[in-house]
């Protein structure tokens, strides 16, 4: 402003505009006004001269401004409206510019006083004043007020729009006044300090110390109450009439705008006090005496009637005195609060109680005021507890309106439609909100309490009191107050109290706690010098939030009750959404609130109205009936005097049902429904949980309760993670929901998920807490799942899940209550509830496993145990489906975290290896699958010290009887393992190593023994005796084929990986293992069960082989011995340096002994295989390294007692391997050969002792025979007999004729056995083949060994040759004479019925076709014989006459004997032999050794060429021809071999022999030859060649003896009698039988004699004449008569035989000689 007037363009313009407007004066008033003309035209030459002397133009002006006014105050005088307008306008334009002085604005204002009292211009003159007192501050003191005095009058003009403007002008010039004294404050504030001012002084005139713009002021002020009190005032002289309600706004807007000045200057807080306060209460008494309805006449003075605008403008006046002045007027400001808590009273008029409503809002948004309120009355003693009573006095207000309706308002109907809009209180002013709803029929949002029903209006928004009736300043008539106006502004009261309330208190909270952690980091930081002063504010701050905590808590403790009553009331009434949002949101900041400040009991109630809210109504939630809400639950309770009723919720609230659903309890009662306030409800409590959780503390019980409650009845059931998901109701009519909530489904979900994972922002406290109300619900939910198969509440189990599952970070301050919990509830007998149970506690613990902790698992082992001991206590529980949960968790534990599970494994493992026999085949598998899991992938990550825990578990699993598959595989896995031991070895042995080198430590510091399975060896190989022990175990397992693949698994592991091992351990393995095993497995054949076994389980057919118990036995006895038998064998070098080998050794033969003798084939053929495979032992020599010289008989070369150790001994033994090196180890340098060579025959002749006993015992015949008498196998037989020579090997050094005569005895008895007639087609041939049984080519091979051995051996073994021969001729005898077998009957093979298979008949025992093996053993003999026949020993034991012996047997047999081929062989054999042994017989001719040989040997002759036999009929020409053949060689062998030296020979044989040949010269007749054969029947070529020989020998001319001569000669005459006799009959006879011819063989034989004769003639011829005695020629001579006498015979063929026997005759036709005899001259 100064600025534009000030400007020299502003200047001028003025003062051409003063000029004109002088001009324009003189204009007007040259007629009527001379003077005013005059002046006016001076007044332009004054301004000219001003403008042209002055620089400073403005200021001379103003010095002169009474001079340049008066034209126009002289103009003013004339009263002309035209002039007056005109002075007027000139003059505002002068004092805009400033250019009037003090003075001059004196005359002014005189000047409009006049125009005033002649009511001329007067909205010009406001005008003027208006411009006058705004522009400068000249007027003061008298001039001031008359200004204001003025402005009053116009005031009261009988005009309206001067009434108006005044009003307007007075006002505008009240605050000027005030503003100047603000402004004057302000520019000496800074120059003087003031003086303070005596405090209470009482003197009103007391102003001399204000500055003058104050004085006016105050001078205002006090006349303004003055006036209202309808006093004189004392300086606004000259007022005619003033009204109550223009000053009470006066007063009002003073107080309102200028506060300040009445709380700097004491003098106006003094007028406070002592005027406005007493003036307020003064005025306010008609309304506090009055009572609606009481009738006036009994009181005895007229009450005046309450005046609705002072009454109005009064309230307005407190509510400023009390916003602004509250701490100047504490003691005034009680009073007015309670008055205005009255005014709410029921018997107040409606209009009161809607203002006094109105202006308690304002106040119920000012929370520091509230604050105030309760720091000034209610925390003081005896003092009114104001605040309280007006929250109660709100409560009690709200529920008045509801139980009385108000009088004299008729309830407007339901739906006003909106024509009806005109008529009814219902077009009370727009802005009281009620809404004109045109034709449709929504319902209002409004309250209903049983029956009454108010509308909700929109009053004001949020947080702002803006009120209707208290800005009615233009009614005099109190307004109708339109229905459901107060109880909206009362409604609107308590959601701003809430509100502001706690946004104070939880701002002012967080600055505390804001402060704290500012001050704490600063603490933490390292300067030393701030240190004391740190402490310092610390200390202070403590006391301050001390004192701040507790105003808190009075606050919230003095409005909770009444708060609570009224929202609870208004909660159940409320049919509008945003209204009961709006409450909840109210009654969950209050609980957040309390539960900030720890105020448990408020909190719960708050808690517990949410949630009986969230319940259908009468729900039976003991929850709710049994906490603090009690306090709330009495119909009616007290508050400071005041009588609340609590309302018990209606129950026909008209509320939208939105689900039907059952109640959770343990009787099914009826269904429940809940509406959609219980849903709005519901979801606050979940906001709470979910904003609040912190706070709430106990009361997490009551929230969870509830929820659990409303999540059943709306039928949500949990899904993975813990999440509720909608789903159906199990059993009852099934849950119905509208779509509403529907859609509002999985939102709550989704709310109820995130409040549990809000969880994580919890301190640790309420965590706990929460965790506890989760556990304390779900032991609820358990106890009634108790008993009942119905679906159980799972609320609390899904709950604690997913709390868990959002807390990982810290999951150890929760995890032991957390599951335990959940440990039992796996345990609960209702399956459902036992399933959630483990599946909330497997995902946790899976979740916690995959959780990247910080520090990670791998360096918390602690935590890791933790995690995973609950997986272990589940092993506890025997439900099977817990199981499973468990088995499953662990499989997916593995899948993911397999690699780094570290020491949790033994937990793990534990796991699987807790399954047991009688827990169902799922579960087995199931935890067999995590087994193989386990092996296959993750063997190499686990610690070592586990391994052992893995073989126990998989041997485990072979144990259990469910499945066999499982077992088979387990053994497969056990392999597995330890192939793996065998790869890793060396990282194994040393982890394990430094783990036992601890655990040493650690025990001797205990001072305990260490103690672990196979202590004594090192780790790693324990870790192996526990995988053989295992093994061992499953080797005799009821079942068989695990037996088999557990033995079969156990001996290749040894096989295998057993050179890991030390030395020392083999000696664990032996004994503790192998032996063992062998033990349990004898016993177990032995006394297993010879019952059938029908079928394998299932419709498996067994074979026969295996169809009992003590079959499918002997199948393990059989592995077992083999695999130990193996080990023994191959593993020799490392067992023989043990100390005990020979025990061992021992032990081992006596078990294939028992096996061997074990009444089942099977069992006793393998222990004789196991036997030989012991027997092939060799001294260790690697391929590489080869004896030179190839072994004999391919049997190992053994080390000789004596001998020098062979090359093959002196190389060094090598391995390739680290178990070569393992070996060096033990001894030294040296190859571990076995030295003590004296042991080793020890071992050896063990051995052969078991071999004997084997063989005695088992080829014994039995005494008693029935069906089921064992007889061994051939196969057994075979095999045993098959050991002798590998053994033999061994022992020949020292065996002698005894043993050889054992070993006899058991060749005997094993040749012997019969076989049975089913095997015989598999063992024997058919008869006609000639072959050899494998037992006998045994037998055969054994006595070859033997012989050879005796051959090569010393001298003094030679004296087993005859023992041999023994034997072997036994079993030539075999040929004929089949030996016995006991007293068992035996049929020969030839009718063993084996060509047809009899079902069920008694097995026939079969005699085995012994020809074969009896020739073999012939040819043996004699080529036995051609070698040894000069030997001492042969010739001694008499062999060749034992050889003739037996075999003149089958020779006197002949054509009897069982096979044709053995009388042929026995003769080319006799041939062989004696060709060999006649010679030596000769040779010892002296010493009567061979003498008892002679005779046998001619019965052997005499028997075989007259044999008593008869040949078959059907034998052939031809064959007959041969066996003749075979006649004469015999009969060559005599004449070359025995006659020529029969000087050596005893004379009875000779003699023998030559009757023998006489005999033989001579046809022997046979009765069964035909005609046509008879000349070759006869053996004519024999007769022939013994008849020769006979002659031979008779004349032979080397005649040496006359014995000899003497025998040839008696043979002749035997001869030559025997012819004459055989003609005399034939004479005879041929005479008798005339006619008839002869009998063949008579002329057959006659033929032969004539034969003989003329041969006998011939050779006497041939014969020196010296060597024929006289008799012979005699008798020769003498046949002739006889021979003549035949001449008559009829036959032919005797006829020419006669002839030819006649023609030699001729040579004795000479004439007598002289007398000398022949040989006597």
Request: net charge negative.
């Amino acid at each position: 402003m100064m600025s534009s007037t000030n400007s020299p363009e502003a200047v001028k313009k003025l003062l051409e505009n003063m000029q004109s407007d002088l001009r324009a004066l003189s204009l007007e008033c040259k007629k009527k006004f001379p003077p005013v003309k005059e002046a006016a035209e001076s007044g332009i030459i004054k301004v000219k001269t001003i403008a042209a002397r002055n620089t400073e133009i403005l200021a001379a002006l103003k010095e002169n401004s009474s001079e340049v006014v008066q034209p126009f105050l002289m103009g003013c005088g004339t009263k002309e409206p035209k002039i007056t307008q005109l002075c007027l306008a000139a003059i505002q334009r002068l004092m805009s510019h400033e250019v009037v002085s003090e003075t001059a604005a004196g005359n002014i204002i005189n000047m409009l006083w006049q125009l005033m009292e002649n009511s001329l211009e007067e909205l010009k003159l406001l005008q003027t004043v208006l411009v006058l007192l705004t522009t400068n501050t000249v007027v003061h003191d008298e001039a001031l007020s008359k200004a204001i005095v003025l402005c009053f009058r116009l005031h009261f003009t009988k005009d309206n729009i001067t009434n108006n403007t005044a009003a307007a002008t007075v006002r505008q010039v009240v605050t000027v006044v005030f503003e100047r004294m603000v402004a004057e404050d302000e520019g000496h504030r800074d120059i003087i300090e003031q003086p303070a001012l005596v405090q209470g002084n009482s003197n009103r005139r007391s102003v001399s110390t204000l500055k003058p713009c104050a004085k006016d002021a105050y001078m205002l002020f006090q006349d303004l109450c003055q006036l209202v009190n309808a006093d004189a005032p004392y300086w606004l002289v000259g007022m005619t009439e003033m009204t109550r309600t223009f000053g009470l706004e006066l007063l009002e807007s003073v107080l309102n705008d200028f506060p300040q000045v009445f709380l700097q200057h004491q003098e106006f807080s003094f007028l406070l006090k002592e005027r406005v306060c007493p003036l307020v209460i003064k005025l306010f008494s008609p309304n506090i005496k009055f009572r609606q309805g009481s009738s006036t006449s009994s009181s005895p003075a007229p009450v005046e009637k309450p005046y609705f605008p002072i009454c109005m403008r009064l309230l307005r006046v407190v509510s400023v005195l009390i916003k602004q002045f509250y701490s100047l007027l504490v003691t005034e400001c009680e009073i007015f609060l309670s008055l205005l808590v009255k005014f709410l009273d029921a018997d107040k008029p409606q209009w009161l109680r809607a203002v006094a409503v109105e202006s308690i809002h304002r106040l119920c948004v000012q929370p520091q005021l509230l604050r105030s309120f309760c720091q000034s009355y209610d925390m003081k003693q005896h003092s009114t507890k104001v605040f309280r009573d007006i929250v109660n006095a709100l409560g009690s207000f709200i529920q008045s309106l509801f139980l009385v309706p108000p009088t004299g308002n008729p309830t407007t109907a339901t739906n006003q439609a909106g024509n009806n809009n005109s008529g009814g209180p219902v077009s009370a002013p727009a802005n009281s909100g009620m809404l004109g709803i045109s034709g449709g029929v929504t319902l209002l949002p409004a309250f209903e309490y049983r029956g009454t029903w108010i509308p909700i209006l929109t009053i004001t928004v949020q947080g702002s009191a803006k009120a209707t009736y208290l800005e009615m300043l233009d009614k005099v008539e109190p307004p109708t107050i339109p229905e459901g106006y107060a109880m909206s502004v009362a409604f609107h009261c308590l959601l701003d109290l809430v509100r502001g309330i706690t946004s104070m208190i939880e701002g002012e909270l967080g600055e505390i706690e804001t402060q704290y952690q500012t001050t704490a980091e600063v603490a933490s930081s390292p300067t030393q010098s701030s240190e004391h002063q740190d402490l310092q504010s610390t200390s202070d701050q403590m006391d301050k939030e001390i004192v701040s905590r507790a105003v808190w808590e009075e606050m919230v403790n003095a409005c909770w009750c009444g708060l609570l009553a009224a929202l609870s009331l208004l909660l159940d009434a409320s049919t509008d959404e945003a209204a009961t949002e709006n409450i909840l949101k109210a009654e969950l900041t209050m609980a957040a609130l309390c539960g900030r400040l720890g105020l448990v009991t408020s909190r719960d109630a708050f808690i517990t109205a949410i949630c009986k809210g969230s319940l259908p109504p009468h729900y039976a939630l003991t929850v709710l009936n049994t906490t603090t809400a009690a306090t709330l639950s009495n119909k009616s309770y007290s508050i400071q005097g005041q009588n609340v009723m609590m309302i018990s919720p209606s129950s026909e609230s008209h509320q939208q049902v939105v689900a039907v659903g059952q109640p959770l309890a343990v009787q099914p009662q009826g269904t429940v429904m809940l509406t959609s306030k219980n849903i709005q409800c519901m979801r606050t409590l979940l906001n709470l949980a979910h904003c609040h959780g912190a706070v709430l503390g106990t009361s997490w019980q009551l929230v969870l309760a509830t929820l659990q409650h409303l999540v059943w009845i709306l039928g949500l059931k949990p899904g993975s993670g813990g999440a509720l998901k909608p789903g159906r109701a199990v059993e009852g009519p099934s849950t119905v929901l509208t779509t509403a909530v529907m859609t509002d489904l999985p939102v709550i979900s989704n709310i109820l998920s995130r409040l549990f994972e809000s969880s994580q922002y919890l301190d640790d406290v309420s965590l706990h807490h929460l965790i506890n109300a989760l556990c304390s619900l779900s032991l609820e939910a358990m106890d009634m799942a108790y008993g009942n198969n119905k679906e159980p509440s799972l609320f609390a189990v899904a709950k604690l899940l997913e709390t868990g599952l959002v807390n990982m970070h810290r999951i150890e301050i929760l995890w032991r209550p957390l599951t335990g919990h959940l440990l039992e509830v796996c345990q609960h007998p209702n399956s459902r509830m036992r399933e959630w149970g483990a599946e909330a506690l497997t995902s946790l613990i899976k979740a916690g496993l995959t959780f990247n902790h910080d520090p990670p698992l791998s360096q918390n082992q602690r935590l890791q145990l933790l995690l995973l001991n609950p997986l272990k206590e589940m092993s506890n529980i025997n439900h099977h489906d817990i199981r499973l949960k468990q088995l499953e968790c662990v499989l997916q534990i593995l899948q993911s975290q397999g690699d780094c599970l570290g020491p949790g494994w033994p937990l793990v493992l534990g796991v699987m290896g807790a399954i047991r026999n009688d827990q169902g085949e799922s579960l087995i598998r199931t935890a067999f699958q995590c087994l193989q899991l386990v092996v296959t992938d993750f063997l190499p990550t686990m610690p070592c010290t586990c391994l052992q825990i893995v073989v126990d578990v998989a041997g485990s699993f072979g144990l259990h009887n469910q499945e066999l598959n499982i077992s088979l595989t387990s053994i497969g896995l056990l392999w597995n393992i330890s192939d793996y031991f065998f790869q890793r070895g060396e990282t194994i042995e040393k982890e394990l190593n430094k783990e036992e080198a601890a655990q040493q430590k650690q025990a001797e510091e205990k001072g305990v023994v260490l103690n672990r399975p196979f202590h004594p060896a090192p780790p790693f190989d324990c870790l192996w005796l526990c995988l053989y022990a295992k093994l061992g175990e499953l080797c005799v397992d009821p079942r068989p084929a695990v037996r088999k693949s557990a033995g079969q698994t156990l001996f290749s592991t040894i096989g295998a990986h057993g050179t890991l091992l030390q030395h020392s351990t083999w000696h664990t393995v032996i004994w503790k293992v192998l032996f063992h095993l062998l033990d349990r497995v004898r016993q177990s054949s032995t006394t297993a069960d010879k019952e059938k076994i029908e079928s394998g389980g299932g419709n498996i057919l067994i074979h026969h082989s295996r169809d009992t118990a003590e079959k499918q036995w002997a199948e393990t006895w059989v592995l077992t011995l083999a695999g130990v038998a193996r080990i023994f064998n191959t593993r020799r070098y490392l067992l023989q340096p043990l100390g005990d080998f020979s025990r061992a050794w021992d032990v081992l033969l006596d078990h294939i002994q028992s096996a061997a003798l074990s009444k089942n084939n099977e069992v006793s053929l393998a222990a004789l295989k196991s036997f030989q495979e012991i027997l092939q032992i060799v001294s260790p020599v690697r391929d590489s390294e080869k004896p030179e010289t190839p072994p004999a008989v391919n049997v190992p070369v053994p080390v000789l007692i004596g001998s020098i150790s062979g090359p093959s001994l002196s190389r060094p033994f090598v391995r390739t391997d680290s178990i070569g090196e393992r070996l060096g180890r033990y001894s030294g340098s040296e190859p571990p050969i076995v030295n003590d060579e004296l042991e080793d025959l020890n071992l050896w002749w063990a051995a052969w002792n078991t071999w004997y006993r084997i063989g005695s015992e088992s080829t014994k015949p039995p005494i008693t025979f029935d069906k089921l008498t064992f007889i061994p196998s051939q196969p057994f037989l075979t095999a045993l007999i098959q050991i002798f020579p590998a053994l033999y090997q061994h022992i020949k050094t020292g065996f002698n004729m005894d043993d050889l005569q054992k070993l006899g005895v058991i060749l005997h008895s094993a040749v012997s056995v019969p076989i049975s007639s089913d095997a015989s087609p598999f063992i024997l041939p058919s008869y006609t083949e000639a072959v050899l049984t494998s037992l006998q080519e045994a037998v055969l091979t054994a006595l070859d060994v033997l012989q050879k051995a005796i051959c090569l051996g010393p001298e003094n073994m030679q004296i087993m040759y005859p023992a041999i021969f023994d034997q072997l001729l036994a079993f030539v005898e075999f040929s004929c004479k089949p030996p016995q077998y006991g007293q068992l009957e035996t049929k020969h093979i030839a009718n063993a019925k084996y060509n047809q298979i009899q079902l069920f008949a008694p097995a026939e025992w079969v005699a085995l076709n012994y020809v074969p093996f009896a020739e073999k053993s012939l040819e043996v003999v004699v080529d036995l014989y051609q070698k040894t026949a000069c030997h001492k020993a042969v010739v001694n034991e008499k062999v060749l006459q034992n050889i003739i012996k037996t075999l003149r047997v089958p020779l006197s047999l002949k054509y009897s004997c069982p096979s044709e081929s053995t009388w042929r062989l026995a003769v080319s054999s006799l041939l062989k032999v004696l060709s060999i042994g006649l010679p030596v017989a000769r040779q010892h001719a002296s010493s009567g050794k061979f003498d008892s040989m002679w005779p046998e040997l001619a019965n052997t002759f005499e028997d075989f060429l007259f044999t008593k036999s008869i040949p078959p009929d059907n034998l052939s020409i031809q064959e007959f021809q041969r066996n003749e053949s075979i006649d004469v060689e015999v009969v060559q062998l005599i004449s070359t071999e025995i006659l020529p030296y029969a000087n050596f020979i005893p004379k009875e044989f000779v003699g023998q022999i030559m009757t023998m040949l006489n005999k033989g010269s001579i046809h022997s007749q046979s009765s069964s030859f035909t005609e046509a054969e008879i000349d070759i029947r006869l053996r004519e070529e024999f007769s022939k060649m013994c008849f020769e020989t006979l002659l031979q020998f008779s004349f032979s001319n080397k005649v040496t003896t006359p014995q000899e001569g003497y025998i040839s000669r008696m043979a002749l005459s035997v001869l030559l009698k025997r012819s004459q006799d055989v003609l005399h009959r034939y004479i005879e006879d041929e005479r008798l039988s005339g006619k008839c011819p002869l009998p063949r063989q008579q002329v057959t034989e006659i033929i032969f004699v004539l034969k003989a004769v003329s041969t006998l003639i011939d050779s006497l011829k041939k014969t020196q004449p010296e060597n024929v005695d006289g008799n012979t020629w005699a008798q020769v001579i003498a046949l002739y008569p006889t021979l003549v006498e035949c001449i008559t015979c009829s036959s032919s063929e005797v006829c020419s035989a006669l002839k030819e026997a006649l023609v030699p005759f001729k040579d004795f036709m000479q004439p007598p000689a002289s007398k000398v005899q022949n040989g006597e001259s």
